[in-house]
C-alpha cells in the first residue's frame, strides 16, 4: 500500500480538528494499518491527551527535527493497536521552532514506516498551518455548520489549492439534526453548494466525546457512541470502501413525528 | 407566531435560511478580495475593451464590489473625456 500523508486542517480553531485526527488515525489502526498521528500544534499540544498518551512523552517533533534524537525514540507507540503511534508536538517552544523544509523531510521519512500519516494543524493560516500543509498529499478540512467556520474552511480550501492540494474532502462537525429538521442549522447540501468539495463525512454533535476525551480514549472504541460510528465510517471511505455519506440520525422525537403529522394534513 | 411557524414546518421560519444567505454575500467578497489581482486584471481588460469606443480618463477608473440590500453589485465608476467620431461609412 502507498503511503498518504493527510494533514487535518480547518483554519478556525476549535472545529474538531485534534478529534477528527484521533478518531480517524484510532479507526484505520483498528483495520490494521501502520498510523502515525503527527501533532503539529507546537506551544498548544493536545492530540497526546486526547489519545491518553501523555504520560509516556519524552521527545516531541522539535527534538526530532532537530536531530536531538531518533525519530524511532520520537515515536509513541500505541499499546492498544498494534500499528498505531504519536508524535507529539513541543509544548515550550512555538511554531516557528520547525521549517515548512524540514516537514517535508520528516513526513518523507514517516513514509518508510507508515501507511497513513495524520497530520494534526493548528488553527489559523500562518507558519503552523504551512508547516502542517508542507508534505501533505491531500487535505481534510473540518468545519462545523456554522457560518464562521464555513467561512474559514472556504479560505482554506483556497490556501490549500494555491500549495497544490486540490482534492481537499470536507467532513462537517458537530452536526444537530434537530436544529436542522426545525430551520435553524445549515444542513450539508447547504455547506456544499457553497464550498463546491468532496463531502468525506458527517459526524454528528455527541456527547460520547467529551466523555471519552475526559478518559484519553477516542471515541471510535466506544461502540454506542455515534459520533464514534460516524467516524469508523470515514476511515473505511479513506480505506477506498464507497458507503453511503450520511446514514445516523436522531430518532425521531414525538414533537417531529406530530409536525410531519401536521404537514401531510396541509 | 414562532412556534405556529415550526409547527407547520415552515422552515423558512429559522435562521438557516439567514445563514446561508449571508455566508453566499460574504464569500464573493472574501473570495475577490483574497486575489488582489483579480479586480486589477479586471480593470485593465475594462480599459482595453471600452477604450475601442470612447476616450476614457483611465487614471481615475473606479471598479469595485459593492453591498446592495441582497446581492453584491460590481460597480465601475468609468469617467468619459469624449466619443470618438463614428468613421463615415
Ligand atoms: N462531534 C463532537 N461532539 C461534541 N463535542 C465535540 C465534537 N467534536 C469536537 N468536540 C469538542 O470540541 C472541542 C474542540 O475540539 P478539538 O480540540 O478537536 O478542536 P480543534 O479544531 O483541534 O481545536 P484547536 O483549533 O484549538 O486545535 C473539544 O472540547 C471537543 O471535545
Ligand atoms: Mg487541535
Same mark, same amino acid.
Given at each position: 500500500m502507498?503511503s ?11 472545529? +474538531?480538528k ?25 506551544g ?14 519524552v ?28 508524535? %507529539?508536538?513541543? #509544548?515550550t ?6 521549517? %515548512?523544509? #524540514?516537514?517535508? =523531510? ?5 513514509? #518508510? ?13 500562518? #507558519? +503552523?498551518?504551512?508547516n502542517?500543509?508542507?508534505? $501533505?498529499?491531500d487535505?481534510?478540512?473540518? $468545519?462545523?455548520?456554522?457560518v464562521?467556520?464555513? *467561512? ?5 480550501? +483556497?490556501?490549500?489549492? $494555491?500549495a +497544490? ?36 463525512? &458527517?459526524? %454528528? ?8 476525551? =475526559? *478518559?484519553?480514549?477516542?471515541? &471510535? ?5 455515534? $459520533? ?8 473505511r ?7 453511503? &455519506?450520511?446514514?445516523?440520525?436522531? %430518532? ?15 | ?9 415552515r ?9 446561508? @444567505? ?18 486589477? /486584471?479586471?480593470? @485593465? ?12 480618463? @483611465? ?10 440590500d441582497?446581492?453584491? /453589485?460590481?460597480? /465601475? ?8 467620431? /463614428?468613421?463615415? @461609412?
Amino acid at each position: 500500500m502507498k503511503s498518504r500523508v493527510i494533514v487535518i486542517t480547518s483554519g478556525k480553531g476549535g472545529v +474538531g480538528k485534534t478529534t477528527t485526527t484521533a478518531n480517524l488515525g484510532t479507526s484505520l489502526a483498528m483495520m490494521d494499518k501502520r498510523v502515525v498521528l503527527v501533532d503539529t500544534d507546537i506551544g498548544l499540544r493536545n492530540l497526546d491527551v486526547v489519545m491518553g498518551l501523555e504520560n509516556r512523552i519524552v521527545f516531541d517533533i522539535v527534538d526530532v527535527v532537530n536531530g536531538k534524537c531518533k525519530l524511532k525514540q520520537g515515536l509513541i507507540k500505541d499499546k492498544r493497536f498494534e500499528g498505531l503511534h504519536l508524535l %507529539p508536538a513541543a #509544548q515550550t517552544k512555538d511554531k516557528t521552532a520547525i521549517t %515548512p523544509h #524540514q516537514m517535508k =523531510n520528516l513526513t518523507n521519512e514517516l513514509r #518508510q514506516d507508515f501507511d497513513f500519516i495524520l497530520v494534526d494543524c493548528p488553527a489559523g493560516i500562518e #507558519q +503552523g498551518f504551512r508547516n502542517a500543509i508542507a508534505g $501533505a498529499d491531500d487535505a481534510i478540512v473540518v $468545519a462545523m455548520p456554522e457560518v464562521s467556520s464555513v *467561512r474559514d474552511a472556504d479560505r482554506i480550501i +483556497g490556501l490549500l489549492e $494555491a500549495a +497544490g492540494l486540490r482534492n481537499s474532502q470536507l467532513v462537517v462537525n458537530r452536526l444537530r439534526s434537530k436544529m436542522v429538521r426545525r430551520g435553524d442549522m445549515m444542513d450539508i447540501k447547504d455547506i456544499l453548494d457553497i464550498l463546491s468539495i468532496d463531502l468525506l463525512g &458527517v459526524v %454528528p454533535e455527541d456527547e460520547c466525546i467529551v466523555v471519552s476525551t =475526559n *478518559r484519553g480514549e477516542p471515541a &471510535v472504541m466506544e461502540s454506542a457512541s455515534r $459520533a464514534g460510528a460516524a467516524y469508523r465510517r470515514i476511515a473505511r471511505r479513506m480505506m477506498g470502501e464507497e458507503i453511503p &455519506v450520511i446514514s445516523f440520525d436522531e %430518532p425521531e422525537n414525538l414533537f417531529y413525528r406530530f409536525k410531519k403529522i401536521l404537514k401531510m394534513a396541509r | 407566531m414562532d412556534i405556529i411557524n415550526r409547527l407547520l414546518g415552515r422552515e423558512n421560519a429559522g435562521s438557516r435560511d439567514i445563514a446561508r @444567505e449571508r455566508l453566499r454575500l460574504v464569500l464573493i467578497h472574501d473570495r475577490a478580495s483574497v486575489s488582489p489581482n483579480f479586480l486589477n /486584471a479586471l480593470k @485593465e481588460e475594462l480599459i482595453r475593451v471600452i477604450r475601442e469606443y470612447m476616450e476614457i480618463d @483611465e487614471e481615475s477608473i473606479i471598479v469595485d464590489l459593492e453591498n446592495e440590500d441582497n446581492s453584491v /453589485a460590481l460597480v /465601475a465608476n468609468i469617467p468619459i473625456r469624449g466619443f470618438k467620431r /463614428a468613421a463615415n @461609412e
